[in-house]
């Protein structure tokens, strides 16, 4: 059931956005992080997806992103992602802020994205810092060394601890602050700076449309909260926006 109000609002909006988390993809098959189903199940993500993990034990991280990239490499974007895709035509302004590394919303067909956390397609050399796009399943060799100096590669995603790309998370806020409707989906609201950006949305007079199967710690703050999943609600805010 979609609120008439809701539809007033998205048909008026200008500038709408969406934040994704891990939750959007998981109809495409890739576990979550922190659900029961977790990627964390034996780790926890603070653990794992940081810099001294890797210092540590690279082996150890990149066999878990090289099991991530298998079943990442196998994802498809699911009704989630292709309706976020067809809101990109038909709102004046639109874009996606991602938290995930995943690159199924680019594969849906949009452009306008955000990606906070990096991409798990890229690697990047930890000598000279160059980036470069690696898409090998599984990965040849554990751990990836780079082909110009044989240092270490490490994926290009930003772990606990490190700051995101200044060009990105300034991108984010200029974006969540110009927001008309910011919809957040699939995201349990509990990693930083990205949990912070619906707020820039309400403080401006933005509305916040949440969309995920249980509640969050967003969710006494959300303007619109609906209770399910996001290839099954999008689609259904489509059909009544569009009928
Ligand atoms: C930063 C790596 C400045 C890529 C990730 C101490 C020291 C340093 C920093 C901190 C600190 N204490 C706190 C911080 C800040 C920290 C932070 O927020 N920690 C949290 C845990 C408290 N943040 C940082 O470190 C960030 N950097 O702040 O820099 C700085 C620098 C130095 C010192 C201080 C500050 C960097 C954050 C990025 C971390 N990297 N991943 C990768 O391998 O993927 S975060 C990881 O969590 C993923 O990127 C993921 O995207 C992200 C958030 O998780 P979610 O996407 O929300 O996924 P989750 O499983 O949690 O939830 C899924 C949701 O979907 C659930 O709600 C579920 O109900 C729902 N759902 C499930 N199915 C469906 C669904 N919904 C709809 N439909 C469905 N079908």
Redesign the pocket.
């Known amino acids: 059931m979609v609120p008439e109000e809701l539809i007033n609002f998205l048909r008026k909006a200008k500038k709408v956005s969406v934040l994704t988390?891990?939750?959007?993809s998981?109809?495409s098959g890739i576990p979550?992080?922190?659900?029961e189903d977790?990627l964390w199940k034996k780790y926890r993500?603070?653990e794992l997806?940081t810099p001294q993990a890797f210092a540590k034990d690279p082996v150890l991280v990149w066999e878990w992103y090289n099991w991530r990239r298998e079943i990442i490499g196998k994802a498809k974007p699911n009704m989630g992602h292709i309706t976020i895709a067809k809101w990109e035509k038909i709102f004046p302004s639109f874009w996606v802020i991602t938290?995930?590394?995943d690159g199924l919303h680019r594969l849906a067909g949009s452009k306008n994205i955000v990606e906070l956390?990096?991409n798990i397609w890229k690697v990047r050399c930890t000598r000279e810092g160059i980036v470069m796009e690696n898409r090998d399943v599984p990965l040849k060799e554990i751990p990836p060394k780079c082909e110009n100096c044989g240092a270490l590669l490490r994926p290009h995603?930003?772990?606990?601890?490190?700051?995101?790309s200044i060009e990105d998370i300034e991108m984010a806020e200029e974006i969540s602050n110009s927001s008309d409707v910011m919809f957040v989906?699939?995201?349990?609201?509990?990693?930083?700076?990205a949990a912070s950006l619906p707020f820039l949305t309400k403080r401006r007079g933005g509305i916040v449309v949440e969309?995920?199967?249980?509640e969050?710690t967003l969710t006494p703050y959300a303007d619109f909260f609906f209770k399910g999943?996001?290839?099954e609600i999008l689609p259904e805010i489509d059909s009544r926006l569009n009928g």
């Open positions: 988390g891990a939750g959007i998981a109809e979550t992080f922190r659900g977790g993500a603070e997806a938290q995930n590394i956390h990096g995603v930003v772990w606990f601890g490190e700051s995101l989906v699939g995201t349990s609201s509990v990693v930083y700076p969309i995920n199967i249980s969050t999943k996001a290839g």
